[in-house]
């Protein structure tokens, strides 16, 4: 099988370029160029120059720079540490305590937020560095976060939604109520999963305050205020039909900078930091994504991941064989692309596979999206990782391993809507006609 | 043997790409095997504000693209898109003959050949309350992408308003939009009956697909397969044209099936909508210079 | 002197960065802003004005590529590109040395290949007055063109860390990273693991 061959050649190249310490952007970038000039006969330079710009000028990206800022914004005030403080009395008798703060921290962001990536670097940005000073073990609460910042995908609204939505023509607004759900049963298999470890290793959780008294709880709820307030602000200027989920991401900043301001953190040294901040992250990761997206045009020319696919197909699977089969393959192939780009430029092949064996188009995207999330915890490229890494400065396999176990929940999660399609379908299935 | 990639804006399910893929697969038997083209549909290889740059550069040598997205560039690419000139299959077909050599005049000055052109269906007006006449769009909020349907809009009474095409659901639920102006494919596609009820057959024009391919690419083909590709070209644009009949008709059933309200617009609608349609002609054709008045000439003088 | 004209070239590429995310931030703001000024005066006097800023969307992303690519020498300078340290780490002496050297001269080649590249686009946008498809027609070589700028800083910046690491001195980054690195404290994390495993 020659794509096969072609693909092991460019796997062990890009390898060899991460291993050496080249940057991941560059790494891709060489990776591309690599597949072009070994398989292909389209001009290198050219495929580079109109790939990147077209997918750097992106609207729907803008949001994630504006996230990001409103992280920088947020980690310089009190807001994070207040939100703690709130919420620790009432989840002294959850085993796991704040780290749930991860999960339902972005479980709630999730609902503006239409990017894994964005959702991890912004919520990260205020617990990490709070959980850490708390004393909670590192790898939880790096991996808490790096699954958790998925379910970004998941909850509406969705890019990778919209992307399959537009490719297969199905409706964005079904596969947005569809994802909501699958999103919920992966916080709670998040969490149970946080509980299950913390019963096991007490030492990885600080104690808090013993059993504070009723009074104590409620008093600590008015240090939950901001941050509420914040969160209704931005999902409320989507719902009043004043932003878009993209244009709310500006919303995010301007409401983030009243509010430090009105905390007395707002200062010209404390914006510029911020603002810089939101620059270098922001750049590291626009143009991880340009390499990626630049790698993606290099695969749709050599036409790997279709051939393979159309491999599987070939195959004539059962339904279930064949989902197990899409899965190992989405699993292999997220390693090392993006997993919207797999998804980009597998759907024409898969596409008719799924729906000759019978299965619905609507589940199937979520399904879609629950691999693709994988994708984005798998090294060696994997975004959450990468900003992860850019949040903690720790090695990218350091929080590959960290965020381990969370892939493997993820995998039990495509299980459950492969036993238990109705998590999805049921409630696109109630929207039915006017 | 050669082998071409040739990217597409839009999904598998689209009439247009199944009608192209048919031609790959005409042009692939016709030549034997000699020419292949590798059809990458739903912008996966090339996005579609990126294709005809693509083409025109030779980084793919073949592509598809909406002809009316070239206006900005030259108003003579917009003739399909002028409300209320040709508003059904015969008269769309009219002006598109008269069009062709002028359309096919510019593309030759970027290094472009055309191969072929099939209409989406006829445009009408998706609202979430019924529109009886030019009144009932006063203040309403109508999506606008571009500088005609923000005049279209404007001279209607209504407020353009830019909505990106995969927010437009949730721009209709939460009420930043109330109205837009597309065809009952992609209405039907994007199943709109999920957030608007009543689709205004209007018939407002018959906007073009178009396929290009690189001129220095073309040539480089041997004699017989630039015939086979010819031939097959000239096939898919009737087939293409019959298909978008047909799916007229299909779609608005769709849309029907699902509970959407199919309203025959009111005469005195149309008749304050033509007025919009003759001005924005007008418009056109004084923007459009010459070429635009030589085609207007041909397409009223047949 | 040559050194102060870069580093004040890196300083202001990243300065010009931040002035289009604030752009972007202000564009989608106004537009905003200007959509609840509407329904508000709808309310009022029953009329709507349709206030908008028209191309918001197209314009912010060509803020948003300024933004991504005028950062990129700016943030490798700060060490904010990310990469694989396991291995390099570890080296010592003229082994790291050759490493740093190989990774800075592939990105540089990478970079110049790209800035090239994205040159003649730029040249070609220009020549056939290519315009973007929205409401407003934007010539493309000018957003085009903080792409080209951005590049071409980055170039610049990576061989003047090469040329920095070829005469034995440390890249501009590297202490970035080991502040980073030392923060994280990756032994004592490496020891949990142990622990846990
Ligand atoms: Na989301
Ligand atoms: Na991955």
Redesign the interface.
């Known amino acids: 099988m020659e794509p096969l061959w072609a693909g092991l050649v460019l796997l062990v190249i890009l390898f060899i370029l991460l291993c050496s310490g080249l940057w991941v952007a560059f790494s891709l970038l060489g990776v591309g160029v690599a597949g072009l000039a070994l398989f292909t006969q389209a001009p290198v330079g050219q495929a580079m120059a109109t790939t990147i710009w077209g997918s750097s000028n992106s609207w729907a990206l803008a949001a994630l720079p504006m996230f990001i800022w409103m992280g920088e914004i947020l980690f310089r005030t009190r807001l994070s540490e207040d939100m703690f403080r709130g919420l620790s009395p009432w989840l002294t008798r959850l085993p796991g305590r704040l780290l749930h703060v991860n999960i339902l921290g972005c479980a709630i962001f999730a609902a503006v937020s239409g990017s894994s990536a964005a959702t991890a670097a912004t919520i990260g940005r205020m617990t990490i560095p709070e959980l850490h000073k708390r004393g909670y073990h590192p790898l939880m609460s790096i991996g808490t976060l790096a699954g958790s910042g998925t379910l970004g995908l998941l909850i509406p609204p969705s890019i990778i939604l919209i992307v399959y939505g537009v490719a297969t023509d199905q409706s964005i607004a079904r596969l947005f109520i569809a994802g909501v759900f699958p999103g919920l049963m992966l916080v709670v298999l998040f969490m149970g999963y946080v509980i299950l470890w913390s019963l096991l290793h007490p030492e990885g959780v600080p104690g808090e305050k013993e059993k504070p008294s009723w009074r104590e709880r409620l008093v600590a709820l008015k240090f939950l205020a901001p941050v509420t307030l914040l969160i209704m602000a931005i999902i409320g200027s989507i719902y009043a039909g004043l932003a878009s989920p993209t244009e709310a991401a500006a919303l995010g900043v301007v409401f983030s900078l009243i509010l430090s301001w009105l905390s007395g953190s707002l200062n010209r040294e404390s914006f510029l930091a911020a603002l810089m901040g939101a620059v270098r992250t922001s750049a590291m990761i626009a143009f991880i994504l340009a390499g990626a997206a630049f790698l993606t045009v290099a695969m749709g020319f050599t036409g790997i991941p279709r051939e393979l696919a159309a491999w599987i197909g070939g195959m004539h699977l059962s339904p279930y064989a064949l989902i197990a089969a899409l899965t190992v393959f989405f699993i292999v192939m997220g390693m090392f692309l993006d997993g919207i780009s797999v998804v980009v430029l597998t759907t024409s092949v898969i596409i008719p596979m799924v729906e000759q064996a019978g299965l619905d188009l609507i589940w199937f995207g979520i399904y879609i999206v629950l691999v693709v999330e994988m994708a984005q915890i798998t090294p060696p490229v994997g975004f959450n990782l990468f900003v992860l890494q850019g949040l903690t400065g720790r090695d990218i396999l350091t929080i590959a391993r960290a965020a381990l176990p969370f892939f493997l929940l993820l995998c039990i999660g495509v299980v459950l809507i492969v036993l238990f399609p109705e998590i999805a379908t049921w409630l696109p299935s109630r929207m039915g006609a006017h | 043997a050669a082998t071409w ?1 040739m990217p597409t804006p839009y ?4 009439f247009h790409t199944v009608n192209i893929r048919q031609f790959a697969k005409d042009v692939e038997q016709a030549t034997g095997g000699k020419l292949k083209i ?10 579609h ?2 294709i005809k ?2 083409v ?5 040598p073949i592509g598809e693209v909406l002809m009316s ?1 070239l206006s ?2 030259d108003p003579v690419f917009a003739v399909d898109s002028i409300p209320f000139l040709a508003t059904n299959y015969d008269e769309a077909r009219k002006l598109w003959e008269a069009s062709r050599p002028v359309i096919e005049k510019k593309l030759k000055q ?1 290094g472009l050949m055309l191969l072929f052109a099939v209409p989406w269906p006829p445009q009408g007006i998706y609202a979430k309350k019924e529109i009886r006449s030019l009144d009932d769009m006063k ?1 309403l ?1 109508m999506r ?4 005609a349907t ?1 005049t279209l809009a ?1 001279l209607a009474g209504a ?9 437009i ?3 209709f ?4 939009v109330d109205a837009m102006i597309t065809s009952p494919s992609t209405g039907a ?3 709109a ?3 608007v ?1 009543y689709f205004h057959h209007t018939q407002a024009w018959l906007p073009k697909n178009m396929v290009i391919v690189n001129a220095k690419a073309f040539a480089k083909l041997p004699a017989d397969v630039q015939k086979a590709v010819k031939d097959a070209a000239k096939k898919a644009e009737v087939r293409g044209w019959e298909m978008s009949k047909k799916e007229t008709a299909d779609k608005i059933a769709i849309l029907k099936k ?3 309200v199919i309203v025959t617009p009111t005469p005195e609608l149309m008749a304050g909508l033509k007025k919009i349609g003759e001005q924005m002609t007008a418009d056109w054709a004084k923007k459009a210079g010459a070429d635009g008045e030589a085609i207007l000439k041909a397409y009223r003088g047949q | 002197m040559l050194r102060k004209g870069l580093d004040w070239l890196y300083a202001a590429s990243g300065a010009a960065s931040a002035v289009f995310l604030i752009l972007i931030c202000g564009i989608v703001s106004i537009q905003i802003g200007l959509r609840a000024l509407d329904n508000l005066i709808y309310l009022i006097s029953g009329t709507r004005y349709g206030l908008m800023i028209p191309s918001a969307a197209e314009i912010s992303g060509f803020f948003l590529a300024a933004a991504s690519f005028l950062a990129l020498a700016y943030t490798l300078r700060h060490g904010g590109h990310i990469r694989v340290n396991l291995i390099i780490r570890n080296l010592k002496g003229p082994a790291r040395r050759m490493t740093e050297i190989f990774s800075l001269a592939v990105a540089f080649l990478l970079t110049a290949f790209f800035a090239w590249n994205v040159l003649w686009m730029v040249v070609d946008s220009w020549q056939f007055h290519e315009v973007s498809y929205g409401i407003v027609p934007v010539p493309l070589w000018i957003p085009q063109s903080s792409m080209l700028i951005g590049l071409v800083i980055l170039a610049i910046a990576l061989l003047d860390d090469l040329i920095v690491v070829m005469r034995g001195g440390d890249p501009s980054y590297r202490r970035h990273e080991e502040a980073e690195a030392a923060q994280a404290s990756e032994e004592a994390l490496a020891e949990e693991i142990e622990r846990e495993v």
């Open positions: 990639d999904g598998d399910k689209t590798n059809v990458h549909s739903a912008g996966s290889l090339i996005k504000p990126e740059n693509a025109r550069r030779g980084l793919v997205r900005n560039e970027q203040g909020k606008a992408y571009n500088a923000e404007k407020v353009p308003t830019q909505v990106e095409v995969p927010d659901p949730t721009a639920s939460t009420g930043r596609n994007s199943k009956w999920d957030f009820k699902n509970g959407m």
